[in-house]
Each structure stands twice: as C-alpha cells, then as structure tokens.
C-alpha cells in the first residue's frame, strides 16, 4: 500500500512538473506576440508623428490581455510611510 501511494505521489509531481513547461512556452509566445503587435503601433507612429485625440486613437489595443492577467504574479505592497521619507 505504502508503495503505491509513493508511486502516486511521484508520478502525480511529475505530471504537474511536465505541466508548467508548456504553460512557460505559452507565455513566451504570448509575450512575443504582444511585442510584435506593439512594435508595429510604434513604426507607425513615428512614420505618422502625430498625436492621436480621442476619436482616432484605438483603445481596443491598448486594452489588458485577460490570459496575462491570469498568470501575473501578485505583488507585495511594502507600508510606505511618508513621515520617515522626510526625517
């Protein structure tokens, strides 16, 4: 019994370890993309060297991917206290 529950064990971390590389290669892919999509926005703003008002700039690609935000990590908030900013 102890022997099946060891070999369960290891082959269940295996599976999840086997796991997260896929989710790294999706992750690249998407950051890849993200910064082709970006750097073609910026080739065309330096052509065009304008600034886009309101009604002609496109807020549908600067909106936040919902997959990135599933896989950001959180961050920790350290307590600013601005009166020892000042000591």
């Known amino acids: 019994m102890k022997k099946?529950?060891?070999?369960?064990?290891?082959?269940?971390?295996?599976?999840?370890?086997?796991g997260?590389?896929?989710?790294?290669?999706?992750k690249k892919l998407r950051?890849?993309?993200h910064?082709?999509?970006?750097?073609?926005?910026?080739?065309?703003?330096?052509?065009e060297q304008t600034f886009?008002?309101?009604d002609n700039y496109d807020f549908k690609g600067a909106?936040?991917?919902p997959d990135s935000v599933k896989t950001t990590p959180k961050l920790e908030?350290?307590?600013?206290?601005?009166?020892?900013v000042y000591d």
């Not at 099946?4 to 086997?18: D, K």
């Open 20 to 26: 997260h590389k896929e989710t790294d290669a999706q």
């Open 52 to 54: 886009y008002m309101q």
């Open 63 to 65: 909106e936040v991917n």
């Open 35 to 47: 910064l082709k999509e970006q750097m073609q926005r910026e080739k065309k703003y330096s052509k």
């Open 4 to 18: 099946i529950l060891v070999l369960l064990s290891v082959f269940t971390t295996l599976l999840l370890a086997s």
């Open 31 to 33: 950051a890849e993309k």
């Open 77 to 84: 908030v350290d307590d600013l206290d601005m009166d020892s």
